[in-house]
Every structure is written in C-alpha cells, then in structure tokens.
C-alpha cells in the first residue's frame, strides 16, 4: 500500500515538470486544445449506509483526500468539459458488536469522470458545477476490533476475505469555483456497489469532499 501510495504522490508531484517541458501538457498544446490540469488537496468526510446494523451509520470519518486532474473542452461552442484524474481517498466508519468498539479504514485509488460547466463571473473568476462517476480500487485499511477487554483486541485487513470488497463506484456531484489559478471545490459521492462480503449484508460508502487546489 505503502508503495502504492508513494508512487501516486510522486506522480503529482511530477506535472508541473512534465508541464513545463513536455507533450501534451505544454502550454502551447494546451491554450490551442483548451487542456487544463490541476493539483487537489482536502477533507474527505465519510459514511456507510448499510442493511446491517453493525455497519450501518455510525461517527463520520474523516481523511485525506490527494489527486491530480486534467481536463478538456468537448466541444469550442460550449463551456462544457471532461475532467478525469486519480485520487487517493481514505474513507471508512465504526461500529459495536456486543458492546465492543470497532473502526475500520478503507483507502482507495479513485478514479472521477465528471462532466463539468464553467460559467465565467469575470475574466478572472468562475463557477463550476460538474456532475458523473467514480471507479475506486482499495489500496489499504485496517479493521480494529477493541474487545472488552485488552486480551480481546485484535487488527484484520480491511480488503481479506469475509470483511470489505476491493472494488467500488457510483455517482458524484459538486461546484467548484476558481479565480485565477485557484480552485477550491465541494463534492457528494453517492456510492453504488456492495463494499461488503457476504458476512455482512448490503452496503454503500457516502463520502462529502472539500478540496483545495491549483488549475494550470
């Protein structure tokens, strides 16, 4: 995970060099083709909506969110764009069983497609409501049982068996607004698949996002 990790944040760290000196990120491409991209930092605010009591609702969690995004007009006659990236999201909850205190952490690599309208306030300032989906890929986690006791306690991985699938995805919403090279933006994932093995019954992540950042 840890690798996995590393590798995404020295990839976002790599743009601006890759902008500054290569295709396609050049500036040149990207003022003839409408190309933008950007760096993200914020607060992810989690949930888990569940047919099981033990995971249903619970304290939200809160986390990291981290990406890089690159977007392009899909057409010169409207102000409507594609914008796709990679993230590394933590989400997770908590919960009781028989009285025992348990959280568990899901750490995914999510991938956004969203479609996105930019409305110009100024020439130096605009709103942008966007709307579409998300691919995710759990990367880590730990599921910590407390117990009642200390002897009682104990640590899984999130993504073993009989605990939480690796794979998720649904729907995303938000506005963001940008002045100039600024970019701050609010979200709602609305997710769609079943995290869980067959141990548990139904359940969906929810995750509310506030991202800062920079467009270039």
Known sequence: MKKILLSAI???????????????????YTEEHNIYYGLRLGLALATVNSDDDVLDGGSVRSGL?????????????APVYLETGLFYTEKGGNGKVDGAKFTYDLNYLELPILAKYKYDVDGNFSIQPFAGGYIACGVG????????????RAVYSSFSS???????????????????????????D??????????????????????FGVNF
Request: glycine share 12%; charged share 15%.
């Open 10 to 28: 020295a990839f976002i760290m790599a743009l601006p060099s890759v902008a500054q000196y290569g295709y396609p990120f050049n500036s040149a």
């Open 190 to 211: 609305f997710g769609l698949a079943n995290i869980c093995h067959s141990d548990f019954d139904t359940s969906h992540t929810g995750c509310f996002y506030l991202n």
């Open 65 to 77: 969110n981290l990406g890089a995004i690159i977007g392009f007009q899909l057409s010169p006659a």
């Open 162 to 188: 009989g605990f939480f699938k690796r794979f998720d995805g649904g729907l995303r919403i938000g506005c963001g607004a940008e002045y100039q090279m600024i970019y701050a933006e609010m979200a709602y």
């Open 141 to 152: 986690g730990k599921v910590k049982d407390y117990g009642l006791t200390p002897d009682d």
